[in-house]
Every structure is written in structure tokens, then in C-alpha cells.
């Protein structure tokens, strides 16, 4: 599989996002644009772009963190489960979607509320298996995950209409060419 040179560009762009993005939430635990990001990316380019961006984006917030580096299977799982979302972007491109539309929003509720999951879950698990108590540990990483949860509900719908906006001008761009 080959990409195009402006295709590569723009993935090194949004797993840049990423990693710019997670260092100007720091101070709002859990709150993370980096979920959108990486759906956006999906959304736009279709799954192996978004695999791509949510990969390389977590592995460069994972790696240079303003707190260090985490350890090597909390990474792995952080890089899988960004890359998920990256994955729902891309299935997500085959459904027209008018985010003004009940069922538009509820779809990026769907979204929202999947790549969440998709991110949190294989984390705290991985988490709490490696540094143990397991069920303590992993019961409070799903619950601070609500929290990213609420933020992502938010975000997704608030958000989308740009990610629209992108997708049409490249939609216009390839056709004219």
C-alpha cells in the first residue's frame, strides 16, 4: 500500500494535532481532543490513515510525556486503542452523516461513546494487570474514564462540523482533478 505525498503530509499533520493537542489538555484530566483527531483523520482519509494517525499520534504523546514515559504495555495498549478510533473513522466514512440531523448526532454519540471505549478498556485492563490489584485498579480506571466519556460526547458533536467541512473540500478536490 502507498500513499501520495500530500497524504503523508497530512498524516505527520494530524498525529502532530495529536501530540500538540494531548500537551493542552494536561491540565483537565481526561479531556483529550486526540480522540477526535484520530476519528477525523478515519473520517476523512479512510481506515489506514486513521490507523495511522491514532498509532503514531498516542505513540508520540505515550513516548514524550510531560510526566515520562509510560511503561512499554500500557503504551502498546494506548497506541491499539487510539488506533481504534482511527478505525471507527474510517467505517464511519461509508455513512453520510448531517450532524444537524437527530440521527446524524445520534451517530456521533455512537462514535464518541465507541472510540472511548475502545480506548479505555484494553488501558485499564493492561493497567491494572500489570501493576495489580487488578479489579481495584481496573474499576477506577473505568471510572475516570467517564469523564473522558462525558468530554468525548460533548466534543464529537460539537466538532464534526469542521471534520464535514474538510471531508466535502477534499471530496471537491479529487473530483476536480
Same mark, same amino acid.
Given at each position: 500500500?502507498?500513499?501520495?505525498?500530500?497524504?503523508?503530509?497530512?498524516?505527520?499533520?494530524?498525529?502532530?494535532?495529536?501530540?500538540?493537542?494531548?500537551? /493542552?489538555?494536561?491540565?483537565?484530566?481526561?479531556?483529550?481532543?486526540?480522540?477526535?483527531?484520530?476519528? $477525523?483523520?478515519?473520517?476523512?482519509? /479512510?481506515?489506514?490513515?486513521?490507523? &495511522?494517525? /491514532?498509532?503514531?499520534?498516542?505513540?508520540? !504523546? %505515550? $513516548?514524550?510525556?510531560?510526566?515520562?514515559?509510560? $511503561?512499554?504495555?500500557?503504551?502498546?495498549?494506548?497506541?491499539?486503542?487510539?488506533?481504534?478510533?482511527?478505525?471507527?473513522?474510517?467505517? %464511519?466514512?461509508?455513512?453520510?452523516?448531517?450532524?444537524? %440531523?437527530?440521527?446524524? @448526532?445520534?451517530?456521533?454519540? *455512537?462514535?464518541?461513546?465507541?472510540?472511548? *471505549?475502545?480506548?479505555?478498556?484494553?488501558? $485499564?485492563?493492561?493497567?491494572?494487570?500489570?501493576?495489580?490489584?487488578?479489579?481495584? @485498579?481496573?474499576?477506577?480506571? *473505568?471510572? !475516570?474514564?467517564?469523564? %473522558?466519556?462525558?468530554?468525548?460526547?460533548?466534543?464529537?458533536?460539537?466538532?464534526?462540523?469542521?471534520? @464535514?467541512?474538510?471531508?466535502?473540500?477534499?471530496?471537491? &478536490?479529487?473530483?476536480?482533478?
Amino acid at each position: 500500500m502507498s500513499f501520495p505525498p500530500r497524504l503523508i503530509t497530512r498524516i505527520a499533520l494530524f498525529s502532530a494535532l495529536i501530540y500538540v493537542l494531548s500537551w /493542552g489538555t494536561t491540565l483537565l484530566p481526561n479531556v483529550n481532543l486526540a480522540f477526535f483527531v484520530a476519528f $477525523s483523520a478515519g473520517y476523512l482519509w /479512510g481506515i489506514a490513515p486513521g490507523l &495511522m494517525v /491514532g498509532a503514531v499520534g498516542m505513540w508520540l !504523546w %505515550s $513516548s514524550f510525556n510531560p510526566y515520562g514515559p509510560v $511503561s512499554l504495555p500500557v503504551m502498546l495498549a494506548q497506541v491499539a486503542g487510539m488506533a481504534a478510533c482511527g478505525l471507527i473513522g474510517g467505517i %464511519s466514512q461509508n455513512w453520510s452523516c448531517d450532524c444537524k %440531523s437527530l440521527r446524524g @448526532r445520534l451517530w456521533l454519540l *455512537m462514535a464518541a461513546f465507541v472510540c472511548t *471505549m475502545l480506548f479505555y478498556l484494553p488501558v $485499564s485492563f493492561v493497567d491494572a494487570w500489570v501493576y495489580q490489584p487488578f479489579w481495584p @485498579r481496573f474499576v477506577t480506571g *473505568m471510572i !475516570w474514564s467517564l469523564i %473522558s466519556l462525558v468530554a468525548n460526547l460533548l466534543i464529537f458533536p460539537l466538532l464534526f462540523g469542521v471534520t @464535514r467541512h474538510l471531508y466535502d473540500r477534499e471530496r471537491d &478536490m479529487r473530483c476536480s482533478n
